[in-house]
């Protein structure tokens, strides 16, 4: 599948900075992706009108099991509501026992530095794999 791009459900007010969360999802087996992707779309589609949302993009690698997000936010606090919120709130309950890993990392950029780039999302991720985070509070749970 391919990326799904960048898209911006309010644009970000310049001259502030925006909270980014990239994430990395791993499934248990090949018969956990289509539920996985399914639900993915659903978050997709709350994300697009979700208020305080600046920006998101996705990467669906189903035969490697692997998903990706990335997403920038007007703040913690919108991020939050966001996750806290119908259907993103079910869909994780759901999700979770066919998690074989989940990593996570957040950071702060200038709202004239969106659209954020996969190259750069993956390198956060990276780091945070390896523990090397130095930005905002991250977590990785394996």
């Known amino acids: 599948m391919p990326t ?3 898209t911006t459900p309010n644009p970000a007010i310049p001259g502030t900075r925006v ?3 990239a994430s990395r999802f791993e ?3 090949a018969k956990d992706v289509p539920k996985f992707f399914l639900k993915s779309l659903a978050a997709w589609r709350q994300v697009k009108s979700a208020p305080g ?3 998101a993009s996705l ?3 189903p035969l490697k099991r692997v998903f990706y997000t990335l997403s920038a936010w007007e703040s913690r606090e ?4 966001f996750v806290r919120t119908e259907p993103h709130r079910g869909i994780m309950g759901a999700l979770r026992p066919t998690m074989r890993t989940s990593t996570f990392t957040f950071w702060e950029v200038a709202a004239e530095s969106l659209p954020i780039t996969w190259p750069d999302a993956r390198e956060h991720l990276a780091d945070e794999e390896r523990g090397n985070s130095t930005e905002l509070d991250g977590n990785t749970n394996s």
């Open 4 to 6: 799904l791009p960048w």
């Open 19 to 21: 909270l980014v969360m």
């Open 27 to 29: 499934v248990r087996s």
């Open 53 to 55: 949302a600046v920006g």
């Open 59 to 61: 990467i669906a690698q």
């Open 78 to 81: 919108a991020l939050d509501t």
